[in-house]
């Protein structure tokens, strides 16, 4: 996915879970961050950042990048599916793609991906990473879980599958976060046992596009 032309700037404060602050050429702007993650690890003050020019709504600009020690990394978490999407589309990965529906709502919830009318996929965008290994997620998730329990229930009317996206380059295997949400994890385990995809996905980033670039292990306890 291309990713246009970007604006270098510095990370100055988070003030919600939507906005943050950045120093664009000595000006201080306040910007979209379309990520509820914690991202503690990446917005340091003083970080390089990458922004893009909005062309409506209250504020200019939305982060897209930020400069990591070993990666950059996309902080868009609204691009996991397309990035899938546009995967499988020149893969015929993991699932060879005859017809796409975005954002199926299905029972209560609100999915991201219905592929051929019968793989219900949840996608989640991945930024956490310690060591070699990218963990999912950075803040205890809820609706993580709900998705999770739901696709369990929707079993019966469609394949269900769970896709993590890292959107950095910097890791080896993925993880679901036992740290930082234990339920999620446990779920995500039985999900599994019942022989339901789950599969994990590294990117290469740069400055002008974001595409997954291989797959790699999902390692999960099974306590």
Same mark, same amino acid.
Request: aromatic share 8%.
């Given at each position: %996915?291309?990713?246009?032309? #970007?604006?270098? !700037?510095?990370?100055?404060?988070?003030?919600?879970?939507?906005?943050?602050?950045?120093? $664009?050429? @000595?000006? $201080?702007?306040?910007?979209?961050? /379309? =990520?509820?993650?914690?991202?503690?690890?990446? #917005?340091?003050?003083?970080?390089?950042?990458?922004?893009?020019?909005?062309?409506?709504?209250?504020?200019?600009?939305?982060?897209?990048?930020? /400069?990591?020690?070993?990666?950059?990394?996309?902080?868009?978490?609204?691009? !996991? *599916?397309?990035? &899938? #999407?546009?995967? %499988?589309?020149?893969? =015929?990965? *993991?699932?060879? &793609?005859?017809?796409?529906?975005?954002?199926? +709502?299905?029972?209560?919830? /609100?999915?991201?991906? &219905?592929?051929?009318?019968?793989? &219900?996929?949840?996608?989640?965008? $991945? =930024?956490?990473?310690?060591?070699? +290994? !990218?963990?999912?997620?950075d803040a *205890?998730?809820?609706?993580?879980?709900?998705?999770?329990?739901? #696709?369990? @229930?929707?079993? @019966?009317?469609?394949?269900?599958?769970?896709?993590?996206?890292?959107?950095?380059?910097?890791?080896?295997?993925?993880? *679901?976060?036992?740290?930082?949400?234990?339920?999620?994890?446990?779920?995500?385990?039985?999900?599994?046992?019942?022989?339901?995809?789950? +599969? !994990?996905?590294?990117?290469?980033?740069?400055?002008y596009e974001?595409?997954?670039?291989?797959?790699?292990? $999902?390692?999960? =306890? %099974?306590?």
């Amino acid at each position: %996915m291309e990713l246009g032309n #970007l604006i270098r !700037a510095r990370f100055v404060q988070r003030l919600n879970r939507f906005v943050c602050k950045v120093d $664009v050429n @000595g000006s $201080v702007d306040e910007v979209l961050i /379309r =990520n509820t993650g914690r991202l503690e690890e990446l #917005l340091v003050e003083g970080r390089e950042v990458y922004l893009r020019r909005k062309d409506k709504g209250k504020y200019r600009y939305e982060m897209v990048l930020v /400069r990591a020690e070993r990666s950059l990394v996309c902080v868009d978490s609204h691009m !996991a *599916p397309y990035l &899938l #999407l546009d995967h %499988m589309r020149a893969e =015929n990965y *993991p699932w060879p &793609l005859k017809s796409v529906r975005l954002e199926p +709502k299905v029972g209560r919830s /609100r999915f991201d991906i &219905l592929v051929n009318d019968n793989i &219900l996929v949840e996608t989640k965008s $991945v =930024n956490l990473v310690k060591g070699s +290994k !990218a963990l999912f997620p950075d803040a *205890p998730t809820e609706r993580g879980r709900r998705h999770i329990r739901d #696709l369990i @229930g929707l079993s @019966g009317r469609y394949t269900p599958a769970v896709v993590f996206v890292i959107q950095r380059e910097d890791a080896e295997v993925f993880s *679901p976060n036992y740290d930082t949400d234990p339920e999620f994890g446990r779920a995500l385990e039985e999900f599994h046992r019942m022989g339901f995809t789950v +599969k !994990a996905f590294l990117c290469k980033v740069s400055l002008y596009e974001v595409r997954i670039w291989k797959e790699v292990p $999902v390692v999960l =306890n %099974m306590s």
